[in-house]
């Protein structure tokens, strides 16, 4: 199979039956694909993800068939060779035009290849032409250039305007670099990195966190025996800053509700010199399953997962934890850089849904908490319902709670001014980070 055909499985995978890109792509990538091919392969899956809406416009441009009216693994075949057309420069139309031929023989009907041709040779002639977008409407116009559902980017512009989004969108639709934490149980920031560069992986420290760093070039970065012997974990450096936040003393009670894969739960164990107690729950048995595998592989043994619903209080913890984690269920829309395909999958009425048990975890969170107890609530989104007024709405019920400064504890002050007034939120285009939300909260004494 060549490297646009496992493209296209993946693209049918994530398209057509809403598969997660990360999922579909590890499930399809084997260790006989050459990294050349593994790297063309996530370009194109990515590239088609990210700029469907524009991909379609064109196409809807130069194709007499409605696209509707399509047949689902001949438009991804088409987007395929669309992308590769307008996208990647290095790439010949032809060359383009006859792999997509190719493809549409192998998993098309009769016929096919010859509306395949004629499609993607028509772009070909006139592509300056389709690639204008011809819209008067902002709205539409952002909707069609940076290929997101106009739903999500109506209420961006609400929370913080066009100008901003605009750009937002555009650091969305660009790769992002791997960040990975550094297991301090194990090593030291300096060793890791050295070791790292003597393989030839280009890295740096990250900017806000402490213990992360920034992987340009990460192939195969979990096959080396650093990885394998547990002196890193991949997390983004926004997630690092939950624990780093938290801050959490040795020998604490900790509690993190929402804890699955334990990116911060093992944190957490590590800035505690893995002394201590922390509870993991999740509602997903195979989930739990990841942190005792991530953390044997880190050498944490303080961890102790369970299957809890956070949205049911549980009286045995009542007044028990010093600190508590509500990593909540979110709408994703700060990971659309790594996970595009949130874009198509998430629907606007989820927000609602999710603020509500959002609030429901929190407001459970504040049970377990000893007086002058932490909780910590953060989230992988952008979206102020999910984030700033959940916190508002449950600092106005709840007044032996407040926001607590943590400005002392980013390693760069740098746009990170509202973390002395206990939350930030983080954005791809500023930041440089997922877009992501942490508020610190403090139960009086
Ligand atoms: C944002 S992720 C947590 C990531 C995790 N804290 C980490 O750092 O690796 C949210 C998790 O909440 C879990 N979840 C969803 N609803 C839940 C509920 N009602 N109670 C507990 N966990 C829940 C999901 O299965 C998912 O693993």
Not at 52 to 72: E, F, G, Q, T, V
Not at 184 to 192: G, S, Y
Not at 281 to 303: M, P, Q
Request: hydrophobic share 35%; aromatic share 8%; glycine share 6%.
């Amino acid at each position: 199979m060549n490297a646009r055909e496992i493209a296209l499985n993946i693209l049918k995978d994530i398209n057509i039956k809403g598969a997660y890109s990360n999922y579909s792509i590890n499930k399809h990538l084997t260790n006989e694909i050459s990294i050349k091919d593994e790297n063309l392969i996530r370009e194109i899956v990515y590239g088609v993800v990210e700029n469907r809406l524009y991909i379609d416009y064109i196409i809807s441009k130069a194709s007499k068939i409605k696209l509707k009216k399509i047949h689902p693994t001949i438009l991804e075949i088409l987007r395929i060779g669309v992308y590769q057309m307008i996208f990647m420069d290095k790439i010949p139309d032809s060359a383009a035009v006859n792999e997509a031929v190719n493809l549409s023989k192998k998993h098309g009907h009769k016929g096919v290849s010859g509306f395949i041709n004629g499609v993607l040779r028509n772009i070909a002639r006139n592509k300056e032409r389709f690639k204008q977008i011809d819209e008067k409407d902002n709205l539409n116009y952002l909707s069609i250039k940076y290929s997101y559902p106009k739903w999500m980017l109506k209420r961006w512009i609400d929370d913080y305007g066009y100008d901003f989004v605009e750009e937002l969108c555009n650091v969305n639709n660009s790769k992002p670099l791997l960040n990975i934490r550094v297991n301090t149980l194990k090593i030291n920031r300096n060793e890791l990195l050295n070791r790292l560069k003597n393989y030839g992986y280009i890295v740096y420290e990250t900017k806000y966190a402490k213990d992360g760093i920034v992987i340009e070039n990460p192939t195969r970065i979990t096959e080396t025996e650093e990885f394998k012997q547990g002196f890193f974990i991949i997390q983004d450096e926004s997630s690092m800053l939950v624990a780093q936040i938290a801050n959490p003393k040795k020998q604490s009670n900790v509690l993190d509700l929402c804890s699955a894969p334990g990116g911060k739960a093992t944190h957490m164990a590590q800035i505690m010199e893995n002394q201590g107690y922390i509870k993991c729950w999740d509602i997903y048995e195979h989930k739990l399953n990841l942190i005792n595998k991530n953390s044997y592989r880190l050498g944490i043994n303080i961890i102790d997962t369970e299957i809890h619903d956070a949205t049911k209080l549980d009286n045995r913890l009542i007044g028990q934890m010093d600190y508590c984690i509500a990593d909540v269920p979110c709408s994703g829309l700060g990971i659309i850089r790594r996970r595009p395909e949130i874009k198509w999958n998430r629907k606007e009425e989820d927000i609602n849904k999710l603020k509500e048990i959002q609030f429901k975890i929190l407001d459970n969170a504040k049970q377990y908490v000893k007086p002058g107890g932490i909780i910590i609530y953060s989230t992988c989104t952008i979206s102020k319902d999910e984030n700033e007024k959940v916190i508002g709405r449950f600092l106005n019920e709840n007044d032996d709670f407040k926001l607590l400064s943590f400005e002392n504890l980013i390693c760069d002050k740098r746009h990170m001014e509202e973390s002395k007034n206990g939350y930030i939120q983080l954005f791809p285009h500023i930041h440089g980070t997922d877009g992501f939300f942490i508020a610190k909260i403090i139960k009086d004494l």
